[in-house]
């Protein structure tokens, strides 16, 4: 009896850990910045626990995905011209493939904030698909690491760059390509990379001067923000943040089914999460809001499901997380983090986080604990509850663009410079 109550415990605990073994998109298996994994590091430096630590060329900003053994992350030269994918052993923190996949002639504008390989992977048993947005976008099979199919013709002026990552929807390849000239969503036969369907922004852009002339400032149409398909009355819904707008899709078919507009901001950054019936989602630049939506409805549906909204210190960046009842968001600017009542909107505390420097990365919570790195190299820890506790501050050599993976009791850090393993 003992030796069988050792092996159900055995058996429970290796089904639990193989189930946050794996960190596929952008924000993890939910695409909302959570993990089950426990025991992972709260302290840590370059000389404490550093499992290993890979210098990676280029000038990137894309997160790592994981899956199996290995770790993938895209690159790319400062000037844009060499577009490229490196797969890293997980274990060793070795590199077992370093591929250029495309070579730019002549690169498209790039703010010098953002980089040429800013969009996150995604990453499923056998394929990986990689995108740089309008450039080009490949899928590559992780045994071989074999090119499978690319696409190199999907066009978008992305003005100061692309940002918004690909994400995995059954059959599907989803991705949002919203710039100056063209803004839509389009899905893609993951097999073969052929377009399924294809879906134009549906917004009157109404943009005019005040004396009545066409405004044509690329930032009032981009946008930056990664999709998330959720499930409602038990129906999948594409939750998608856009400049001026927010919309739902149907993600079998691409068909919009309502949207949420506000005119007064622009550029869509940060990614939609869901929870108790609703949809959290940031209007944008310019000192946007956080919006609390009922899902359901058609046309804009402004008037009647808009639950709260919440105006001040509301990331353009950082994307919220969600951990049970309380919603924590991070204002990029100096690091002021808000934990509000999810369903209502209240605001529990804002405080400042320790030591100084601004923040591009999304905060993930796991165990009880929020991580918070910043673009000086300083990771944060925090208690997630209805108090402000620091548990932690750390600090490694370059700052922190990318947001952070958990797989297994580690974090996978990618600094300005190289990718970190750490754990206890």
Sequence with gaps: MKLFSTLAAFALAASAALAEDNWPQFRGPTGQGTSDAKRLPVKWSET???????????????SPVIWGKQVWLSTATEDGRELSAICVDRDSGKILSDQKLFQIAAPQYADRFNSYGSPTPVIEDGRVYITFGSPGTACLDTKTFKVLWQRTDLECNHWRGAGSSPILWKNFLIMHFDGADHQYVIALDKATGKTAWKTDRSIDWQDLTPQG??????????????????????????????SKATYCYDPATGKELWRIEDRKFHSGTVRPIYGHGLIFATTGLGKGELWAIKPGGSGIVNDTHVAWRVARNVPNRPSP?????????????????????AKNGNVIWSERLPGLGNYSASPVFADG???FSNENGQTTVLEAGPAFKVLAENKLADGFMATPAVAGQALYLRSKAALYRIED
């Design 321 to 341: 997380v969600l951990v049970g009842e309380w919603l924590f968001m991070l204002n990029q600017d100096g690091g002021i983090v808000t934990c509000l009542e």
């Design 213 to 242: 002339k066409p405004l044509r400032d690329g930032d009032m149409r981009k946008g930056f923000s990664t999709p998330l398909v959720i499930e409602h009355e038990g129906k999948p819904l594409l939750i998608s943040s856009a």
């Design 369 to 371: 604990h929020l991580y």
């Design 48 to 62: 404490e626990h550093v499992k290993w630590k890979t210098p990676i060329h280029g000038k990137a900003w894309s």
